[in-house]
């Protein structure tokens, strides 16, 4: 009996200590994936907090700004043109109650002047364009700049248009894609494997099991850029008051299980980009540095900018 518990003990102590080095080390067992490109600087949605999000006027201004990445949303029209919008329905963005796959792109209504800004309680920004763009303007715009896709919705004829798009404008190695659903991501990959995908919220949570029960550092990995929210913040955007302890209890446990350098560095070493959004705040800026997150998405790349100016790790 007593062998066998040394037998236990001396394979589970092998096992965390192998577990350990390569966690620290993971070149030992892979190599690192090729960065075509690295950005500390994203703007959501073009940088939703100082002009009407997804528009044109958005984008330009983030790029004069500095940005290292522009993050959109893409859907469909009824006649099968990509566009840049976030929802698929534009009641909130348009105030006409209308789906943007049932209309064709010439009939697609404009933004409202002013937009609540999602990641920012109680603000608003105004523009005066409010033209829903294209989404291959934005590639011949920004011909060097990395864009960050986000697919909608599941559907097959929009993943082959973007695609194809990206294939149009040479950009494989200035795109990625992807969203929170598992099944979209998959369509994407085998649709153009060119094109590097972000983590999905099944394979983030499957990710982050991996990595406490010590078998991350043993697992390929796919996948080039972990996209994920900084939990913390739904505290910033909710009424503290009115949520109840266990509400409280799970963002605080998300927030710890998520934000751990320890994970972020292990990635980083194998060549993956951790990017947390939506932040507008420095102090959560720094956090996020400090935690080792390549980049941070915010919706004021004007205000991100000067904090990376000052900002020292």
């Not at 984008?59 to 990509?82: I, P, R, S, W």
């Not at 956090?287 to 000067?306: I, S």
Request: contains cysteine.
């Amino acid at each position: 009996m007593a062998g066998v518990a040394l037998y236990l003990v001396s394979t589970l102590g092998g096992y965390l200590l192998t577990s350990a080095l390569l966690l620290k080390c993971p070149g030992l067992l892979h190599r690192p994936k090729r960065q075509r490109f690295r950005c500390r600087h994203i703007s959501h949605r073009g940088g939703a907090g100082e002009n009407l999000e997804n528009t044109m006027a958005a984008f330009c201004h983030a790029v004069n700004v500095g940005t290292d990445m522009l993050e959109l949303d893409c859907h469909l029209t009824k006649d099968e043109q990509v566009v840049v919008s976030h929802d698929e329905n534009l009641k909130r963005a348009t105030g006409i109650d209308v789906s943007i796959s049932d209309l064709k792109y010439s009939e697609l209504p404009p933004y409202l002047c002013k937009l609540d800004v999602t990641f920012q309680k109680e603000c608003h920004c105004e523009g005066e364009d409010n033209r829903i763009p294209l989404l291959k303007e934005v590639f011949e715009a920004f011909p060097n700049t990395p864009v960050n896709i986000d697919i909608k919705v599941n559907n097959n004829v929009l993943i082959k248009k973007v695609s194809e798009l990206v294939s149009q404008y040479k950009r494989e190695h200035l795109t990625v894609w992807g969203n929170v659903n598992y099944e979209i991501v998959e369509k994407c990959h085998k649709e153009n494997a060119d094109i590097p995908i972000l983590f999905c919220l099944k394979r983030v949570l499957l990710l982050v099991g991996l990595f406490y029960t010590g078998l991350l550092p043993f697992i390929p990995i796919r996948e080039e850029f972990l996209e994920i929210p900084m939990p913390s913040i739904i505290l910033k955007l909710k009424e503290p008051e009115k949520m109840t302890r266990s509400q409280k209890f799970v963002i605080w446990l998300a927030d710890v299980l998520l934000m751990r350098k320890a994970l972020f560095d292990h990635l980083t070493a194998r060549g993956i980009q951790v990017y947390i959004w939506v932040l507008n705040e420095e102090q959560e800026y720094k956090r996020a540095f400090d935690l080792g997150a390549t980049g941070v998405m915010t919706d004021y790349p004007t205000k991100l900018k000067e904090f990376l100016h000052n900002y020292s790790a």
